[in-house]
């Protein structure tokens, strides 16, 4: 336990300095960008030695991994987040421990959503998931509702009883006039943040980069980056 928690001090101060001098380099500050650790796959001990160092935002993209992780780890000062692709069938047990469900692309999980919200006496933070890569009225590879499609979601999010508009995410493509270009879907999705702002102004999250390409998100405004690999390193899957 003593050399993983060494470890992942020492990533974390890697990735920290990572986004310290992408900040430095985009004239922001520091405190504007939020570290989300993604945990998948990885055991609750180590989001405990993560909590002990300082983070304080996790996140998950699997109920069946998340909901034992989040009980096991219940006691500790925690923000989860759910990034997966959400079938409404998990909705109710995602709703249970999740603070901020980042994947939401469609109006029936809105429903859903609201539905087990309202059921938990919750009020639970939503972003919209951008998917560049995809066509108009359709979803993208990985989830996520078009450009032209954000604005009605984001209206249906905002009057839904039991849920508060947060902002967007989106995941850098692997197809499309984004693929292999980081840098320009981040800044894509700040334009796209921007416009939606200008109708719900509380909506201020942007939640884009991964290990690979964070600086590229904080270089576009991200005010959140999710990070996994560079932090817990690579490992097979539990189970």
């Not at 004239?27 to 002990?52: C, F, H, M, W």
């Not at 539905?115 to 108009?136: F, M, N, P, T, Y």
């Not at 999010?157 to 980081?182: H, K």
């Not at 921007?194 to 939640?207: E, Q, Y």
Request: some cysteine.
């Amino acid at each position: 336990m003593t050399d993983r928690r060494t470890e992942l001090a020492e990533n974390l101060a890697r990735v920290e300095d990572r986004i310290s001098t992408a900040c430095a380099k985009a004239g922001r500050n520091r405190d504007d960008v939020t570290l989300i650790v993604v945990t998948k796959t990885y055991p609750a001990s180590d989001v405990r030695i993560l909590s002990e160092l300082g983070i304080r935002h996790v996140a998950e993209n699997r109920d069946q991994d998340a909901a034992p992780k989040a009980a096991a780890c219940s006691d500790l000062p925690l923000t989860w987040h759910f990034v997966g692709q959400l079938q409404t069938n998990k909705v109710r047990s995602v709703v249970s421990y999740a603070d901020i469900v980042q994947s939401v692309d469609r109006v029936k999980l809105v429903t859903a959503l609201s539905k087990e919200a309202v059921r938990a006496g919750r009020e639970l933070d939503c972003l919209i998931q951008v998917a560049l890569d995809a066509e108009s009225g359709e979803r993208g590879d990985r989830g996520g509702v078009g450009p032209d499609g954000v604005a009605a979601l984001a209206d249906a999010v905002a009057a839904a009883e039991g849920l508060r508009l947060g902002g967007l995410m989106t995941v850098a493509p692997l197809a499309g006039q984004y693929a292999g270009r980081p840098r320009a879907a981040f800044d894509r999705l700040a334009e796209i943040a921007s416009g939606l702002r200008s109708g719900h102004p509380a909506a201020k999250m942007v939640s884009a980069g991964m290990s690979s390409d964070l600086e590229d998100a904080v270089a576009a405004g991200a005010t959140h980056v999710r990070v996994g690999t560079a932090v817990l390193g690579v490992r097979p899957r539990l189970g």
